[in-house]
């Protein structure tokens, strides 16, 4: 079955990290670069992270560069996503997503293929 699986999230006080994880199943990853993206309650769905498959370029929004940390084992089939000095506005469903090749910006959700069913992240005190 082909499919993104994410897992990692839960509540964490302000000040916290988690690690959220990106597993894939039925298709080789190193194929796709993979995107994070977060979706809060009445907001649209906003780019975090991207790391490409060709060299391993990584990028960041500007709101949580310095924070969060991409990465990807090929060999686990598993994308990371690093989260450090956490806020409440990071609060959200975070999805991972494989990317279709585009000249469009990372931050296009239009042009990811594949997606994850998404990991809840609260942080609150």
């Known amino acids: 079955q082909v499919q993104l699986v994410e897992s990692g999230g839960g509540l964490v006080q302000p000040g916290g990290s988690l690690r959220l994880s990106c597993a894939a199943s039925?298709?080789?990853?190193?194929?796709?670069?993979i995107g994070w993206f977060r979706q809060a309650p009445g907001k649209e769905r906003e780019g975090v992270s991207y790391?490409?498959?060709?060299?391993?370029?990584?990028y960041y929004a500007d709101s949580v560069k310095g924070r969060f940390t991409i990465s990807r084992d090929n060999v686990a089939k598993t994308v990371y996503l690093q989260m450090n000095s956490l806020k409440p506005e990071d609060t959200a469903v975070y999805y991972c997503?494989?990317?279709?090749?585009?000249?469009?910006?990372?931050?296009?959700?239009?042009?990811?293929?594949?997606w994850g069913q998404g990991t809840q992240v609260t942080v609150s005190s």
């Open positions: 997503a494989t990317r279709s090749p585009s000249s469009d910006s990372w931050l296009n959700p239009r042009t990811y293929m594949r």
């Open positions: 039925g298709f080789t990853l190193n194929y796709y670069g």
């Open positions: 790391i490409s498959n060709t060299n391993g370029n990584t």
